[in-house]
């Protein structure tokens, strides 16, 4: 009797090991993950210096040109500018929150997105040698962040207007 039981107990395990333990074969479907989001930016035409109507000494209009092409979202979470003399030596900056942003009128960065926008900075001082922008944006499949530098020689110059420019420090989609 013993033998039969340890013989069925043989044949039922080959039977189990041959349709793959009672699965139908195929592997466990995994969710396909989002794609990260791989972006970009270029200045995109020139800086130009107006005089503020919103107590600083001068508003700077900065156009920007922002690329995603990995497929993934990401949410913008701030601007910097940075302002260097010659010496590469910090002489000021500014920096725009995610609610600069958001008051501009747009916080996600799409994918395949190829847009311009420029971005406003309220500032005192004008005796600069160079300039970086710092972009930061969140990945929105996996929370990492992602940190994109666009360096002043990316601009075709600088400009000067004498129109007065009275828009807060925010950003908007260039027209």
Known sequence: ??????????????????????SNGNPPTQPTPD?????GATGDGLLVIHPSALGANFALEVPIRITETGGGTADWTSARITFLAADGQEVARR???????AAG?????????????????????????????????????????IVVDVPGTTF???????EPLNRPETGHRLE
Do not use: H
């Open 105 to 145: 009128g747009f916080t996600r960065i799409a994918a395949r997105q190829d847009e311009a926008y420029v971005l406003v900075f309220q500032i005192n001082n004008t005796e600069f040698d160079d300039l970086t922008l710092t972009l930061r944006f969140v990945d929105r499949s996996d929370g990492e962040l």
């Open 35 to 39: 794609p990260a989001a791989v972006i």
């Open 1 to 22: 009797m013993r033998t039969l039981v340890l013989t069925f107990a043989a044949g039922l395990l080959v039977m189990l090991a041959a349709c793959n333990g009672g």
């Open 156 to 162: 075709d110059g600088v400009d000067i207007s004498l």
């Open 95 to 101: 920096e725009l929150t995610a609610d600069d942003i």
